[in-house]
């Protein structure tokens, strides 16, 4: 397991990729590879293997409490640290003031932030397409956290080479941000344009006082055998991004 250098002592930080191995063999050809999603209609008993073998890294280090959550492209964010939820999380955001409590987010091209405050004592982990970025899911997660978050990490998402998008997107960023302009470049087609998910992220954190972003380099969609693409491939399975305080 490779974990984030440059945080806070006792913070780990880090995203499965498509390889790993305790993966289970598949039926189904274009679910191969370390899923851990449920709603992408992989074998469940195959997705819990898989969850569980992470669960087992995780416990070297102490962690004894997971979060995974059902994600809607919302900004909702919660806040667990003690408490279990006998319902399904519905949301994109969560923080704890837990140490040993894993938090998940799942991706296949949409932007995973990791948030997390210069003592070690707070982290955050919230999941941001372009629906999440532009309603306010880091603004909503920073707002929920107790402490200014210092640093914040970017997983892998969809580059903006691969990131074609409408008028209506760039507009929902540019009506509230205008100098978001210069994260959007025109397509060959009318009314289309390529974003830059990384480029609006750290925008919004900056806005938010988060100086330190790391990460932000990878693309989910061009390294194929590295992560899963919703957009390459609309069945495919699911990264999980961790951040857990030991």
Same mark, same amino acid.
């Given at each position: 397991?490779?974990?984030?250098?440059?945080?806070?002592?006792?913070?780990?930080?880090?995203?499965?990729?498509?390889?790993?191995?305790?993966?289970?063999?598949?039926?189904?050809?274009?679910?191969?590879?370390?899923?851990?999603?449920?709603?992408?209609?992989?074998? #469940?008993?195959?997705?819990?293997?898989?969850? =569980?073998?992470?669960?087992?890294?995780?416990?070297?280090?102490?962690?004894?409490?997971?979060?995974?959550?059902?994600?809607?492209?919302?900004?909702?964010?919660?806040?667990?640290?003690?408490?279990?939820?006998?319902?399904?999380?519905?949301?994109?955001?969560?923080?704890?003031?837990?140490? #040993?409590?894993?938090?998940?987010?799942?991706?296949?091209?949409?932007?995973?932030?990791?948030?997390?405050?210069?003592?070690?004592?707070?982290?955050?982990?919230?999941? #941001?397409?372009?629906?999440?970025?532009?309603?306010?899911?880091?603004?909503?997660?920073?707002?929920? =956290?107790?402490?200014?978050?210092?640093?914040?990490?970017?997983?892998?998402?969809?580059?903006?080479?691969?990131?074609?998008?409408?008028?209506?997107?760039?507009?929902?960023?540019?009506?509230?941000?205008?100098?978001?302009?210069?994260?959007?470049?025109?397509?060959?087609?009318?009314?289309?344009?390529?974003?830059?998910?990384?480029?609006?992220?750290?925008?919004?954190?900056?806005?938010?006082?988060?100086?330190?972003?790391?990460?932000?380099?990878?693309?989910?969609?061009?390294?194929?055998?590295?992560?899963?693409?919703?957009?390459?491939?609309?069945?495919?399975?699911?990264?999980?991004?961790?951040?857990? =305080?030991?």
């Amino acid at each position: 397991m490779q974990f984030v250098q440059g945080l806070p002592q006792g913070v780990f930080v880090g995203q499965t990729r498509v390889h790993h191995q305790k993966t289970q063999p598949s039926a189904q050809p274009e679910l191969a590879g370390f899923n851990l999603a449920l709603h992408v209609y992989d074998d #469940a008993k195959r997705v819990q293997q898989h969850r =569980m073998a992470l669960l087992q890294e995780f416990a070297e280090f102490g962690v004894d409490k997971v979060t995974w959550m059902t994600q809607t492209h919302s900004t909702i964010c919660h806040t667990i640290n003690e408490e279990i939820s006998f319902q399904a999380l519905e949301g994109d955001g969560l923080v704890t003031q837990r140490k #040993a409590h894993a938090l998940m987010m799942m991706t296949a091209d949409c932007l995973p932030v990791v948030l997390g405050n210069a003592d070690g004592t707070e982290i955050a982990n919230l999941h #941001a397409g372009w629906r999440g970025l532009a309603g306010g899911i880091v603004e909503n997660t920073i707002a929920s =956290m107790q402490s200014q978050p210092t640093w914040a990490w970017l997983g892998a998402a969809i580059s903006q080479p691969c990131f074609e998008i409408g008028e209506e997107v760039k507009s929902a960023f540019c009506s509230k941000y205008p100098e978001l302009e210069s994260a959007f470049k025109n397509s060959e087609k009318a009314a289309k344009f390529y974003a830059d998910l990384y480029a609006i992220a750290r925008f919004i954190l900056q806005q938010q006082g988060v100086d330190l972003v790391l990460g932000g380099d990878q693309c989910s969609y061009q390294q194929a055998e590295e992560y899963f693409s919703y957009r390459r491939k609309a069945k495919t399975g699911r990264m999980a991004t961790f951040v857990f =305080m030991a």
